[in-house]
């Protein structure tokens, strides 16, 4: 075989030439930093040892401690304050509404369906009956308190009386002789002699068929009644922000709907059927989805923790490491709420699901951790070989958790609360994590292997509770010397199916070219899907699919297509009685005429039907302009909204005194707001960008209007959907950005970071394509998952680009030094990264049926975000660095020939050192100090300290310094752990 070189390897002279002062290459300052970053975890694994309890008790402190934060624990239950920007527009305006005019009544609505017509006799006498139930007999609880309609539902300012109630049983005033005496035509006419305002007869109807050549409606296949009940919010201890007396009352009325007057028990005619549909019943079923599907979060906890325990048993003989791996991923999840809570970040819904996020990451760092341990078998010394584990292991999940946290740290900066608070969780938590993994774990695994080395079976890790003396089965000994049982990786059917793929796809053309074409199909579809993502949100997406109350959506959908949405123009505190304001606002009306989403007829102008009433009472009041005379103004504003209790205005024209907000109190002092009504369509609510179309569209209309604004309840949502893939695309920058620049600096190798920021993009694109294929929207539960790909992406690739920079292959007989770097670092962090990747999947899959929506988007965004992480991180990457990758370390050491996968199974067998050599037995004793002169004659002399025989340390080479095999180079003290000249490369200077 032609023994080539590398051409981008550094020889020793070279190396000595640049440490003289000549050309330092970006090799030397990688191999400075890993070198750094070995040094420093190899002396904090020494401490850990060395203290291994101390180590454990200090973290279990540090964790109550941090716990303490749960005295201020503080959650945020409100959707608007967690998935609407507290920024926008629209969440200024509704605090303006709210500080003005109170709460908006809490609107609840019940349909009557009929399958052949709901304005029968029969069925008009049945809804009335339904009716005067809610109104007169229907009660609810709240402590000792009794709530009814009379207590609860929407009333007059000045009389107190109820006005909480709109149908079509209006036009009878609720009467049954009137409804039996079918005298009263239904027709719009007819109607705006009972409701001179407000919306027409037949937003109270669906399916309306009319008397030949009449107005009068003959036929509706639906109806419906509309409750609005009071909305003194307040906060309730665990709930949020409501009305807890209003919200009992609705779920009493809904579930008592559905019990019984939804049946033949209640005398329903058999045509008809009752959904009801109200705020407090939707509450409910949003509650009981979350806390059921919190119980899903704790199977995912045990699946991983099976799966660890077996993955390790199956490596290492240690299963009980899997717990203490959990376990320290549990203690990280604490010590982050804690230290959140303490400073003041309130939890949410969507923070619940960071526990999975964190196991997983946590799990990938133990295995990365483990499979260095088992790398280093041959080390006899369990503090050495823990040292040695965690110095090789240390600088992988430094520049992972790094990444990590500083992909989240960027997400931070967001407008969207419920992200800007789940990132700062996620920060804290990847930040204990890896101080614990590399502690606490630490700690855990060097005791459970004393444990292990002494034959001791015991029910925990922390070699001295529940133990047994006896051989366990797991160890052996050989010339009395007990060692630990090797790892058993090297023949297990993961990393002989990898070494298998690899070899394939890495090692030929036709692998690369099956691998870039699979990439660039899924690119291509990620591309097409990323264009046609839609970007919408619901609340109601939060209430499960088998919620009783989806039935009535789907009966709203069906009928009344969708609820239509209240919305008012706002005038602020202006000069109401001038003639100039009064122009204004005749304006609005006619702006909002002319506004195609306004729903027509819905407009409700309390000044329109104030300048009537004048006009028709006090003529001489209005001045040749068309205004209200501006000395009398307030005085008959007052006698038309009834505040005037010496002559009380028109009883049809009540409902105005919610449209105007009076400085003092009882109608008294300068009006300080006024409104004016109408209705959106509801179609605007069908999509995210056609809701922003609707909100500008309104906005603009109403632009002419200086003092005057629009605003309705669903804008607060519908500003998100306005800054959502600004968001998006400033979010997936920033974090993309600084993982270049940390990765870059931290491998000290730009062509890694650059490589690694192409894979991202790769994952990222394909994710936004595949989520329109699996029901996703963007939206603020999904941008948060878009954010957290970045980070789980750079976990499953910087592993495998670190890998690639620790070793260098001089003998290219069995590929380029690319290929068989590339190969060499899916064999090696291969399976960790597949062990970790499957570890978080099992944690997520008992949320594949959660009937909440966050938990549901989540398992759907993750599943999308492991297997493009997995494949463009384990498969397209040494693809590419097998074609284009940087030069390894100054300090790379040489391939071992037992973890070469171009190298074909047979001949690494027959490359493997003769088993009975006698310098390649047990642990013996140091050997005195020699040179490698006295070794090797073609090398100058230089100073060994000591060497030691080590049995399968699997290198092939005989000098190590600092954990790199890299002994060609002068004045350096050297420790040989093997020699055995027959397997030993050719040193050369």
Request: hydrophobic share 40%; glycine share 8%; proline share 5%.
């Amino acid at each position: 075989m032609t023994d080539t070189t590398d051409p981008r390897m550094s020889t020793g002279g070279e190396e000595e030439d640049k440490r003289c002062g000549k050309d330092i290459s970006m090799e030397t300052i990688s191999g400075w930093v890993h070198s750094r970053m070995e040094t420093f975890f190899g002396g904090v694994a020494s401490k850990v040892v060395n203290y291994p309890f101390s180590t454990i008790g200090l973290t279990l402190i540090f964790t109550v401690g941090f716990l303490q934060g749960a005295w201020v624990y503080d959650e945020e239950l409100s959707s608007d304050k967690q998935f609407a920007p507290q920024d926008s527009d629209a969440v200024t305006d509704g605090d303006w509404v709210v500080a003005t005019f109170g709460n908006e009544a809490r609107r609840g609505e019940v349909y009557f369906v009929s399958t052949e017509n709901v304005l029968t006799t029969e069925n008009l006498l049945f809804m009335n009956k339904y009716n005067t139930w809610v109104t007169t007999e229907l009660y609810a609880m709240y402590g000792d308190q009794k709530v009814t309609w009379a207590t609860q539902c929407d009333k007059q300012p000045t009389t107190g009386v109820c006005k909480g109630i709109s149908s079509v049983l209006s036009l009878y005033d609720y009467n049954n002789t009137l409804i039996n005496d079918q005298q009263i035509p239904v027709n719009s006419l007819t109607w705006r002699q009972k409701q001179p305002s407000g919306p027409d007869v037949t937003y109270y109807l669906s399916g309306v068929e009319y008397f030949p050549g009449t107005t009068n409606i003959r036929l509706a296949t639906a109806a419906r009644i509309v409750y609005n009940t009071r909305n003194e919010e307040r906060e309730v201890t665990g709930e949020g922000l409501l009305d807890p007396e209003s919200e009992k009352f609705e779920i009493a009325l809904s579930e008592q709907t559905r019990d019984f007057w939804d049946t033949s028990a209640s005398g329903m005619p058999l045509n008809l059927r009752v959904f009801p549909n109200t705020v407090g019943d939707v509450s409910k079923a949003k509650s009981e989805a979350l806390r059921g599907d919190v119980m899903s979060l704790g199977i995912g906890y045990m699946l991983t923790v099976l799966y660890t325990c077996f993955v390790l048993h199956w490596k290492i003989k240690q299963p009980l490491l899997g717990l203490a791996s959990v376990l320290s991923v549990g203690l990280s999840t604490g010590s982050s709420y804690g230290l959140c809570w303490l400073m003041g970040i309130k939890f949410n819904q969507v923070v619940q699901v960071l526990v999975l996020i964190l196991l997983g990451i946590g799990v990938d760092d133990t295995f990365v951790i483990m499979d260095s341990w088992a790398d280093e078998s041959g080390i006899p010394n369990l503090k050495d070989r823990m040292v040695s584990a965690l110095r090789h292991a240390g600088p992988a999940i430094t520049v992972t958790s790094v990444t990590d946290l500083v992909a989240f740290l960027s997400g931070s900066s967001t407008s969207l609360p419920a992200l800007r608070d789940f990132c700062f969780y996620a920060a804290c938590g990847i930040t204990f994590d890896f101080v614990y993994q590399c502690t606490f774990f630490v700690a855990l695994a060097y005791l459970s292997s004393k444990r292990q080395e002494t034959h001791r079976c015991c029910c925990c890790p922390v070699g001295g509770c529940c133990c047994c003396s006896g051989d366990n089965g797991d160890d052996a000994e050989v010339g009395g010397t007990k060692t630990l049982p090797p790892a058993s990786e090297e023949n297990g059917v993961l990393t002989r199916g990898l070494f298998t793929i690899t070899r394939f796809l890495v090692g030929g053309l036709c692998g690369r070219l099956i691998v870039i074409l699979i990439s660039v199909f899924f690119i291509t579809i990620g591309i097409w899907g990323s264009i046609n993502v839609k970007m919408d949100f619901d609340n109601e997406w939060f209430v499960p699919s088998d919620a009783d109350v989806q039935d009535t959506f789907d009966i709203r959908d069906e009928y009344f297509t969708r609820s239509d949405i209240p919305a008012s123009v706002y005038f602020g505190r202006v000069e109401y009685h001038t003639l100039a304001v009064q122009l204004e606002l005749n304006k609005s009306v006619e702006l909002l005429q002319t506004n195609p989403w306004v729903v027509s007829g819905s407009i409700n102008s309390w000044y329109v039907d104030f300048h009537g009433w004048v006009l028709e009472n006090y003529p001489t009041e209005i001045l040749n302009g068309g205004g209200v005379r501006d000395t009398s103004f307030y005085i008959l504003l007052r006698e038309f909204t009834g505040w005037d209790a010496t002559r009380p205005g028109p009883a049809e024209f009540e409902s105005h005194q919610n449209n105007i907000a009076w400085e003092g109190s009882n109608g008294t002092g300068v009006v300080k707001g006024a409104s004016i009504d109408f209705l959106i369509s509801g179609t605007a609510s069908e999509e995210g960008q056609t809701s922003v179309d609707c909100m500008d569209s309104l906005r603009d209309s109403i632009a002419p209007l200086s003092p005057a604004f629009v605003w309705s309840d669903p804008f607060v949502f519908w500003s998100s959907y306005a800054v959502m893939m600004d968001e998006v695309t400033r979010n997936v920058s920033i974090a993309a950005a600084c993982v270049f620049v940390l990765v870059s600096l931290l491998v000290a190798n730009i062509t890694i970071g650059f490589i690694v920021v192409i894979i991202i993009g790769c994952v990222d694109v394909c994710m936004l394509g595949f989520m329109d294929h699996f029901g996703v929207a963007v939206n603020s539960v999904s941008v948060i998952c878009i954010v957290v790909a970045i980070g789980l992406a750079v976990d499953y690739s910087v592993h495998i680009g670190h890998a690639y920079l620790t070793v260098t292959a001089l003998n290219n007989s069995y590929g380029t030094s690319y290929q068989q770097r590339a190969a060499f670092a899916v064999a090696k962090m291969g399976p960790a990264v597949l062990n970790g990747a499957f570890s978080t999947f099992l944690a997520i899959l008992p949320l594949s049926m959660a009937k909440s929506y966050v938990f549901s988007v989540f398992f759907r965004m993750f599943t999308i975000i492991i297997f493009f992480g997995v494949w463009f991180g384990v498969f397209v990457l040494p693809v590419l660095l097998s074609i284009w990758g940087p030069a390894p370390f100054s300090v790379a050491t040489e391939i071992p020939v037992e973890k070469n996968p171009l190298i074909p199974e047979d001949e690494r067998e027959q490359e493997q050192p003769d088993p009975s050599n006698e310098l390649r037995d047990m642990y013996v004793a140091p050997l005195p100090v020699a040179t490698v002169g006295s070794l090797y004659p073609d090398m100058n002399p230089q100073p060994v300290s000591s060497f030691y025989q080590v049995n399968g340390y699997g290198q092939n080479q005989g000098l190590q310094h600092s954990g790199h095999l890299n002994p060609a180079t002068q004045g350096r003290t050297f420790k040989v752990m093997q020699h055995n000249p027959g397997y030993l490369p050719p040193l050369s200077r």
